[in-house]
């Protein structure tokens, strides 16, 4: 009997043993850990405009004027690096106030009370007009960093109100080159690059952020992947993540408009483009910035399940990616 138990004994602490092995024992080999390393938080999902839409009457937007859905935000991205304890912004969006909180929830313990730096990709409503809120009116910041290229730049120092915040110093731009990297920590660079948009009051970037690990394409923003001086196929390559523009998912969605005349990727041509690649490869393509009456915006559709069938990913709000 004592001898049944001695055998019991073992096995238990055998077991015990097996199950401790399991469990890693170092950091540095999960650097998805949240709270750890250097990763990105999708912020926003929404196109510049976000949902409910100004008097739409369609289904997409019914009940959110009585009930606001708290992941409908506007398309942005959250970058945190844990180990210098910082943390930026990609486009300042009408939820600013929501996202950055967001942000400082996903890390608590950051330096700095606002934010570390924002890099803005163009003077569309969504992408820049969240600056309003550092403003005397509002939370009236003091130096916040705002990377923007040269005619952003121009733009905002010579046009009210946004140049009441540099003229007050709420913000600080920071200039940037197309093509030269940012770095923000020896393990962190932020490079901006052009594509084609509609550029009315500034140029259009998306931008490679390269952390310790991984790379990133973000690019919110594109007229068509064919009228870009890069190929999106081979760029995508090059990287581990890349968040596309997704702002409507096909024609259909605009009453069969041609879709040739609409200035954006629709998500079936992006899928067409990229149909010679491996599903490994595929699913480096997070789809955001979708439009109000986007199919993908709704778990349970057909388009969602085609879209994720394919291999391909789906943006939703505070999904994290290591770098
Ligand atoms: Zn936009
Ligand atoms: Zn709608
Ligand atoms: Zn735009």
């Known amino acids: 009997m004592r001898f049944l138990y001695l055998i019991l004994l073992l096995l238990f602490f055998s077991c015990q043993e097996k199950k401790m092995t399991k469990v890693p024992t170092t950091f540095e080999s999960q650097p998805s850990a949240p709270g750890l390393g250097v990763s990105l938080i999708l912020l926003g999902t929404l196109q510049d405009a976000g949902a409910p839409q100004l008097n739409c009457t369609k289904k997409c937007c019914q009940g959110l004027f009585e ?69 005397k009116e509002a939370v009236n910041s003091t130096e916040v960093s705002v990377f923007t290229m040269p005619k952003m730049s121009s733009f905002i120092s010579s046009n009210g109100p946004w140049s009441q915040l540099v003229t007050n110093r709420n913000i600080a731009l920071q200039p940037l080159v197309a093509n030269q990297a940012i770095s923000l920590s020896p393990s962190l660079q932020v490079t901006p690059f052009l594509v084609p948009h509609r550029d009315e009051y500034s140029e259009t ?90 199919p993908l915006l709704d778990n349970a559709s057909e388009a969602t399940k085609k879209v994720l069938a394919l291999g391909f990913k789906i943006g939703r709000i505070h999904d994290r990616f290591p770098l």
């Open 67 to 135: 009930q606001a859905d708290s992941v409908r935000k506007v398309s942005s991205l959250g970058l945190l690096d844990f180990n210098t304890q910082k943390k930026y912004l990609f486009d300042a969006t009408p939820d600013i106030s929501k996202q950055l909180y967001a942000l400082k929830k996903a890390m608590p313990t950051a330096s700095s009370s606002i934010v570390d730096g924002i890099f803005l990709t163009h003077a569309h409503i969504g992408h820049y007009t969240g600056l309003m809120y550092l403003g």
């Open 205 to 294: 970037v998306g931008y490679l952020i390269e952390g310790p690990h991984k790379k990133a394409l973000f690019i919110p923003d594109i007229d068509k992947w064919n009228r870009w001086e890069l190929n999106l196929a081979t760029e995508l390559k090059k990287v581990d993540y890349a968040f596309l523009d997704a702002t409507f998912y096909s024609a259909k969605e605009l009453g069969n408009r041609d879709m040739s005349q609409i200035p954006h990727p629709s998500v079936l041509e992006t899928i067409q483009t990229l149909k010679d690649f491996s599903m490994e490869e595929r699913a480096k393509v997070i789809f955001t910035h979708f439009n109000h009456t986007n």
